[in-house]
């Protein structure tokens, strides 16, 4: 089935570490995005692509990196610059052929302590 | 800029009443699609209605129906004969279509439904 995947549902990281979140999608869409979402919080993009090797950053962009070297993977890094990087993260794709439709992942709820 | 706003934070109900989820939105753009998403628990985003800004129709899919209305920039959501499973938080969400590949999100209405 076609569909975003995102891995692991849970993770756990000390402060002070990297932590890398994994987003994968086989439904040939050429754009791809990353969401934070607090508790009672809406979601704010983080970082977005819309190409191959290409990306740019969004309204929270601090402390966090990316890449997109397939169209199919866009990995998300929390560093340890991110001062608050305990949230549930969530990643979308979308067609860019004008049906203007956005697919999102299960999500990564990722905790520091 | 682009602007959805959905002013009720959370609504509390007791099952088999009907809810309305309000959203107002803000575009200068004359072509937009409009979503509404449900966030269960588990935290995945479900699409459930799309429209664009020709099309004023409203629509019912079983108990959910959506009234479209441009007059006042308003797409609300409406849930009738509320049940437990509606419990979640809804999103609203407009897409502009003037060159913009990121969609503008409201910040969400959680809806509980008591049994």
């Known amino acids: 089935d076609g569909g975003i995947t995102q891995s692991p549902k849970y993770l756990f990281r000390k402060e002070g570490q990297n932590v890398t979140l994994s987003c994968e999608q086989n439904?040939?869409?050429?754009?791809m995005y990353w969401y934070r979402q607090d508790p009672g919080q809406g979601l704010r993009l983080i970082y977005y692509?819309?190409?191959?090797?290409?990306?740019q950053k969004g309204d929270i962009a601090e402390g966090y990196s990316v890449s997109r070297e397939k169209k199919e993977s866009f990995p998300l890094t929390v560093t340890s610059a991110q001062k608050n990087p305990t949230a549930f993260y969530l990643c979308?794709?979308?067609?860019?052929?004008?049906?203007?439709?956005?697919?999102f992942g299960p999500g990564t709820r990722l905790t520091v302590t | 800029a682009q602007k959805v706003t959905q002013a009720q934070t959370e609504i509390s109900v007791v099952e088999k009443e009907d809810v309305t989820l309000d959203c107002v939105y803000e575009?200068?753009?004359?072509?937009?699609?409009l979503f509404w998403y449900k966030q269960p628990p588990s935290g995945e985003l479900v699409f459930l209605i799309r429209?664009?800004?020709?099309?004023?129709q409203n629509e019912i899919s079983g108990r959910y129906s959506w009234n479209f209305q441009k007059s006042t920039s308003s797409f609300n959501f409406t849930i009738t004969a509320s049940q437990v499973v509606d419990s979640a938080v809804y999103f609203c969400?407009?897409?502009?279509?003037?060159?913009?590949?990121?969609?503008?999100f409201g910040r969400g209405t959680s809806l509980i439904v008591h049994p």
């Open positions: 979308a794709s979308s067609s860019l052929e004008g049906i203007y439709e956005q697919y």
């Open positions: 439904l040939n869409h050429d754009a």
């Open positions: 692509s819309q190409i191959v090797n290409d990306f």
């Open positions: 575009t200068r753009d004359t072509t937009y699609y």
């Open positions: 429209r664009n800004s020709f099309d004023e």
């Open positions: 969400a407009l897409w502009s279509t003037g060159g913009s590949y990121i969609p503008t």
